[in-house]
């Protein structure tokens, strides 16, 4: 396997954490009426605190662009594309992807951004490898 389809995986796994984290903390399933709802049908969730919210909105951008990501990994080993700067773009994105989850969920706004962006360029970089 590439390094590149081996980071899409792990990619994959943390995308899966985020998503639950999100949800277990909208919830509060760290208590016993949270662990009910979050093991139910969610019909009744309370508000979210700022930072369940803040989290809930790292990881629908985490998906968001996962799936961007998957999408260019894909499409690089598809095409056999096995040049340096795609295993490279990946890993910047991979690693931005955590710092911005750790970030956004920490309520830094600037340095979300930059974060943001550096995980954009990573995909810029895979992108502009096989362009």
Known sequence: ????LTLLVWMTVFTWVV??????SRARAWTPRG???????RADMPEPSP???RLDRAARN???????FAALVLAAHA?????????LGAQVFAVSRVAFVAVYWAGIPYLRTLVWGAGVA????IAGTML
């Open 62 to 68: 985490t998906l968001e662009n996962f799936l961007l």
């Open 51 to 53: 930072a369940a919210a």
């Open 122 to 125: 990573g995909m810029g970089l």
């Open 35 to 41: 662990m009910s709802l979050a093991l139910g049908n």
């Open 79 to 87: 095409a056999q594309v096995q040049h340096p700067h795609v295993t």
């Open 1 to 4: 396997m590439t390094p590149s």
């Open 19 to 24: 998503l639950m984290l999100a949800s277990l």
